[in-house]
Protein backbone atom coordinates (compact mmCIF):
# COMPACT_ATOMS: atom_id res chain seq x y z
CA UNK A 1 0.00 0.00 0.00
CA UNK A 2 1.58 3.63 -1.04
CA UNK A 3 2.23 5.27 2.09
CA UNK A 4 0.98 8.96 2.25
CA UNK A 5 3.46 11.81 3.06
CA UNK A 6 2.62 15.54 3.96
CA UNK A 7 5.66 17.95 4.16
CA UNK A 8 6.40 21.07 5.82
CA UNK A 9 8.65 23.56 3.76
CA UNK A 10 9.23 27.29 4.44
CA UNK A 11 10.84 28.52 1.04
CA UNK A 12 12.17 26.65 -1.61
CA UNK A 13 11.46 22.92 -1.74
CA UNK A 14 14.18 21.57 -3.46
CA UNK A 15 13.75 18.10 -1.69
CA UNK A 16 9.52 17.97 -2.07
CA UNK A 17 10.70 18.37 -5.77
CA UNK A 18 12.80 15.37 -5.24
CA UNK A 19 10.05 13.62 -4.02
CA UNK A 20 7.54 14.62 -6.41
CA UNK A 21 9.87 13.73 -9.42
CA UNK A 22 10.99 10.36 -7.32
CA UNK A 23 7.04 9.37 -6.08
CA UNK A 24 6.39 10.29 -10.74
CA UNK A 25 9.21 7.62 -11.41
CA UNK A 26 8.36 5.08 -9.22
CA UNK A 27 11.01 5.54 -6.97
CA UNK A 28 9.39 6.40 -3.85
CA UNK A 29 6.33 3.95 -2.75
CA UNK A 30 4.54 7.38 -1.20
CA UNK A 31 2.51 9.71 -2.49
CA UNK A 32 2.82 13.03 -1.09
CA UNK A 33 -0.91 14.14 0.00
CA UNK A 34 -0.61 17.79 1.58
CA UNK A 35 2.00 20.76 1.63
CA UNK A 36 1.92 23.16 4.18
CA UNK A 37 3.96 26.11 4.91
CA UNK A 38 4.70 28.67 7.49
CA UNK A 39 5.24 31.24 4.50
CA UNK A 40 2.26 32.17 2.27
CA UNK A 41 4.71 33.00 -0.46
CA UNK A 42 6.96 30.35 -0.06
CA UNK A 43 7.99 28.25 -3.69
CA UNK A 44 7.03 25.17 -1.80
CA UNK A 45 3.54 25.52 -2.36
CA UNK A 46 3.55 27.00 -5.66
CA UNK A 47 5.17 23.71 -6.34
CA UNK A 48 2.79 21.66 -4.61
CA UNK A 49 -0.07 23.32 -6.57
CA UNK A 50 1.51 23.01 -9.96
CA UNK A 51 1.41 19.34 -9.49
CA UNK A 52 -2.43 19.17 -7.71
CA UNK A 53 -1.49 18.68 -4.39
CA UNK A 54 -3.77 20.07 -2.08
CA UNK A 55 -1.67 22.98 0.19
CA UNK A 56 -2.44 24.82 3.43
CA UNK A 57 -1.21 27.95 4.90
CA UNK A 58 -1.19 27.60 8.69
CA UNK A 59 1.34 30.65 10.72
CA UNK A 60 1.22 32.96 13.15
CA UNK A 61 -0.72 35.19 10.45
CA UNK A 62 -3.59 32.48 10.14
CA UNK A 63 -3.35 31.82 13.65
CA UNK A 64 -2.21 34.42 16.45
CA UNK A 65 -2.53 31.57 19.57
CA UNK A 66 -0.11 28.84 19.34
CA UNK A 67 -2.77 26.65 20.50
CA UNK A 68 -4.84 27.43 17.52
CA UNK A 69 -2.29 26.82 15.42
CA UNK A 70 -1.00 23.39 16.54
CA UNK A 71 -4.57 21.91 16.72
CA UNK A 72 -4.88 23.36 13.04
CA UNK A 73 -1.96 21.60 11.55
CA UNK A 74 -2.93 18.42 13.83
CA UNK A 75 -6.44 18.53 11.58
CA UNK A 76 -5.04 19.04 8.30
CA UNK A 77 -2.67 16.06 8.86
CA UNK A 78 -5.52 13.79 9.67
CA UNK A 79 -7.88 15.31 6.83
CA UNK A 80 -5.23 14.30 4.52
CA UNK A 81 -4.89 10.96 6.09
CA UNK A 82 -0.99 11.73 6.76
CA UNK A 83 0.77 8.25 7.35
CA UNK A 84 4.33 10.26 7.80
CA UNK A 85 5.51 14.16 8.07
CA UNK A 86 8.51 15.43 6.67
CA UNK A 87 10.16 18.30 7.56
CA UNK A 88 12.40 19.81 4.88
CA UNK A 89 13.38 23.28 5.38
CA UNK A 90 10.61 24.00 7.23
CA UNK A 91 11.69 26.47 10.36
CA UNK A 92 9.31 26.54 12.94
CA UNK A 93 8.71 24.39 15.89
CA UNK A 94 5.84 21.87 15.59
CA UNK A 95 2.89 22.30 18.59
CA UNK A 96 3.33 19.42 21.57
CA UNK A 97 -0.46 18.08 20.14
CA UNK A 98 0.99 18.03 16.37
CA UNK A 99 3.75 16.05 18.10
CA UNK A 100 1.71 13.80 20.09
CA UNK A 101 -0.69 12.56 17.61
CA UNK A 102 2.14 11.75 15.05
CA UNK A 103 4.58 10.56 17.04
CA UNK A 104 7.00 8.22 15.78
CA UNK A 105 6.32 9.70 12.26
CA UNK A 106 7.55 12.92 11.92
CA UNK A 107 10.98 13.69 10.53
CA UNK A 108 13.12 16.46 9.91
CA UNK A 109 16.01 16.69 7.35
CA UNK A 110 18.94 18.71 8.39
CA UNK A 111 22.30 20.41 6.43
CA UNK A 112 24.78 18.92 8.78
CA UNK A 113 26.01 15.74 10.95
CA UNK A 114 23.70 16.39 14.07
CA UNK A 115 24.62 16.98 16.99
CA UNK A 116 26.87 19.36 15.16
CA UNK A 117 25.54 22.59 13.66
CA UNK A 118 21.96 21.77 15.04
CA UNK A 119 19.36 23.77 17.05
CA UNK A 120 18.09 27.20 17.04
CA UNK A 121 19.89 29.44 14.74
CA UNK A 122 21.59 27.04 12.61
CA UNK A 123 19.59 26.36 9.31
CA UNK A 124 20.44 27.09 5.50
CA UNK A 125 23.01 29.10 5.02
CA UNK A 126 24.27 29.89 8.32
CA UNK A 127 25.40 25.73 9.26
CA UNK A 128 27.52 25.76 5.99
CA UNK A 129 28.92 29.20 6.71
CA UNK A 130 29.34 28.06 10.26
CA UNK A 131 31.31 24.66 9.25
CA UNK A 132 33.36 26.80 6.73
CA UNK A 133 34.34 29.01 9.62
CA UNK A 134 35.24 26.28 11.66
CA UNK A 135 37.81 25.09 9.46
CA UNK A 136 36.00 21.66 9.40
CA UNK A 137 37.07 18.97 6.67
CA UNK A 138 33.41 17.56 6.42
CA UNK A 139 29.79 18.22 6.93
CA UNK A 140 26.74 16.07 5.68
CA UNK A 141 23.23 16.01 6.28
CA UNK A 142 20.89 14.34 8.55
CA UNK A 143 17.28 12.38 9.36
CA UNK A 144 16.17 12.08 12.19
CA UNK A 145 13.28 11.65 14.17
CA UNK A 146 11.40 14.84 15.79
CA UNK A 147 11.11 15.58 19.45
CA UNK A 148 10.33 18.92 21.11
CA UNK A 149 13.10 20.94 20.32
CA UNK A 150 15.06 21.95 17.30
CA UNK A 151 16.73 19.44 15.66
CA UNK A 152 16.58 16.51 18.42
CA UNK A 153 15.90 12.83 18.44
CA UNK A 154 16.93 9.66 17.51
CA UNK A 155 18.89 9.71 14.29
CA UNK A 156 17.70 7.12 11.35
CA UNK A 157 20.57 8.02 8.63
CA UNK A 158 23.31 10.52 7.92
CA UNK A 159 25.22 11.16 4.60
CA UNK A 160 29.16 12.43 4.96
CA UNK A 161 29.98 15.10 2.32
CA UNK A 162 33.82 16.45 2.32
CA UNK A 163 34.37 20.19 3.08
CA UNK A 164 36.88 21.35 0.06
CA UNK A 165 40.16 23.83 1.16
CA UNK A 166 38.52 25.59 -1.82
CA UNK A 167 35.03 26.02 -1.32
CA UNK A 168 32.78 28.75 -0.86
CA UNK A 169 29.37 28.52 1.05
CA UNK A 170 27.58 28.20 -2.25
CA UNK A 171 29.65 25.22 -2.64
CA UNK A 172 29.11 23.51 0.00
CA UNK A 173 25.70 24.58 0.09
CA UNK A 174 24.95 22.79 -3.36
CA UNK A 175 26.77 19.58 -2.37
CA UNK A 176 25.23 19.53 0.63
CA UNK A 177 21.75 20.02 -1.01
CA UNK A 178 22.32 17.01 -3.30
CA UNK A 179 23.44 14.74 -0.84
CA UNK A 180 20.39 15.57 1.21
CA UNK A 181 18.05 14.88 -1.46
CA UNK A 182 19.32 11.05 -1.67
CA UNK A 183 19.55 10.83 1.73
CA UNK A 184 15.81 11.93 2.20
CA UNK A 185 14.68 9.76 -0.39
CA UNK A 186 16.82 6.38 0.79
CA UNK A 187 15.52 7.12 4.54
CA UNK A 188 11.83 7.11 2.95
CA UNK A 189 12.16 4.15 1.30
CA UNK A 190 13.90 2.16 4.12
CA UNK A 191 10.89 3.20 6.23
CA UNK A 192 8.24 2.27 3.92
CA UNK A 193 10.29 -1.07 3.54
CA UNK A 194 9.96 -1.66 7.75
CA UNK A 195 6.74 -1.06 7.65
CA UNK A 196 5.74 -3.32 4.73
CA UNK A 197 7.87 -6.24 6.80
CA UNK A 198 5.93 -5.23 9.55
CA UNK A 199 2.90 -6.07 7.64
CA UNK A 200 1.51 -2.93 8.30
Do not use: C
Not at 43 to 51: I, N, P, Q, S, V
Not at 175 to 180: D, F, G, P, S, T
Amino acid sequence: MTQRLAVFASHGGSILQALLDAARNGELPMEVVLVISNNSSSTALKRAAEHGIPTAHLSHHTHSDETELDAAITQALSDAGADWVLLAGYMKKLGQTTLERFRNRIINAHPALLPKYGGKGFYGRKVHEAVIAAEEKESGATVHLVEGDYDTGPILSQVRVPVKATDSVDDLENRVKAAERNLVLATLNELVNRKQAAGY
